[in-house]
C-alpha cells in the first residue's frame, strides 16, 4: 500500500520569501507519479505540478518546483517569491501504476503569507 | 490545464430531501471520475470511483444507496445524497482524470459543493 506525509500542520512565510513544504511517501512500486495541489479557502483543488518516478529532472512549474530526492523518497514543494494569494492548503499526492491510478492525498499543509 | 465544472457551488436543503451535484470535464474525456468527501481542515477522502457505463466503486463504509453515483458519459458523473441528513453536511468534490495519453494521467477537480442540511 502507498503512503504519503506531510509533517508540517502549517507553515508560515514572509511575502517575497521562499518556502519548502514537505512531502515524503511510501511505495513499493517502481512507477509512480507525485502531484502538488494547492486548495485556497474557495475550497477548489487547484493542480500545480507533476513528478514521474522515472523523470531524470526535477519538475518545475513557474514558481513552483518540486525538489524530488528518490533514494529519500522525498518530494517537497518549493514555492519562490511568496506572493500573499499563496496561502492556502497544499497537498501532496501520489498514485501508483498498480493502484487503478487512485491518488493517495496527504493530510496537506496550510501555509501563510504575510506582508 | 482541463477544466471541470461542478454544479452547483452551494446547496442547502431540508433534512430528508435529495440532492444531486454534477461534475462535467468541459475539454476532455473523462472514462473516470471521483467523489471525495471533505471535512474541515482535513484532507480528502475518496468516497467512490465513477466508470462510464458502469456501475460505480465505492470506498469501504460508503453506503451506496446513500450516494448514488451515475456516469452516464464521457463527460458527466453525478452524485445524488439521498435522504439527505444533518450529518452529510460536507464539502464534496468531484475530479475527473485525464487519460494516460493526455497529461500523464493528472486528476483535475471541480470547484466543490457546500452541502448544508438543515
Known amino acids: 500500500a502507498q503512503k504519503i506525509t506531510q509533517t508540517q500542520p502549517g507553515m508560515f512565510v514572509q511575502e517575497k520569501e521562499a518556502v519548502t513544504l514537505d512531502c515524503t511517501y511510501d511505495?513499493?512500486?517502481?512507477?509512480?507519479?507525485l502531484f502538488w495541489y494547492k486548495q485556497p479557502s474557495s475550497g477548489e483543488m487547484i493542480f500545480l505540478i507533476y513528478?514521474?518516478?522515472?523523470?531524470?529532472q526535477n519538475a518545475t512549474e513557474g514558481r513552483y518546483s518540486l525538489n524530488f530526492q528518490k533514494a529519500r523518497k522525498s518530494a517537497n514543494l518549493v514555492i519562490s517569491a511568496s506572493q500573499l494569494g499563496d496561502s492556502a492548503m497544499y497537498f501532496c499526492a501520489m498514485r501508483v501504476s498498480g493502484g487503478s491510478y487512485i491518488p493517495t492525498f496527504g493530510r496537506g499543509t496550510s501555509l501563510i503569507v504575510h506582508p | 490545464g482541463a477544466v471541470v465544472s461542478q454544479h452547483p457551488s452551494w446547496v442547502i436543503c431540508k433534512s430528508g430531501t435529495s440532492v444531486k451535484i454534477e461534475c462535467r470535464s468541459l475539454d476532455f474525456q473523462a472514462t473516470t471520475m471521483f467523489w471525495y468527501r471533505q471535512f474541515p481542515k482535513q484532507s480528502l477522502m475518496l468516497m467512490a470511483t465513477s466508470n462510464e457505463g458502469s456501475k460505480a466503486t465505492y470506498e469501504q463504509g460508503v453506503e451506496k444507496d446513500k450516494f448514488l453515483i451515475n456516469h452516464a458519459s464521457l463527460t458527466l458523473s453525478t452524485l445524488t445524497v439521498t435522504s439527505a441528513h444533518p450529518e452529510d453536511s460536507s464539502f464534496y468534490i468531484c475530479s475527473a482524470r485525464a487519460g494516460l495519453a493526455r497529461a500523464k494521467n493528472i486528476q483535475y477537480f471541480g470547484a466543490g459543493t457546500r452541502l448544508s442540511v438543515l
Open positions: 513528478q514521474g518516478s522515472y523523470d531524470q
Open positions: 511505495t513499493s512500486d517502481p512507477s509512480y507519479g
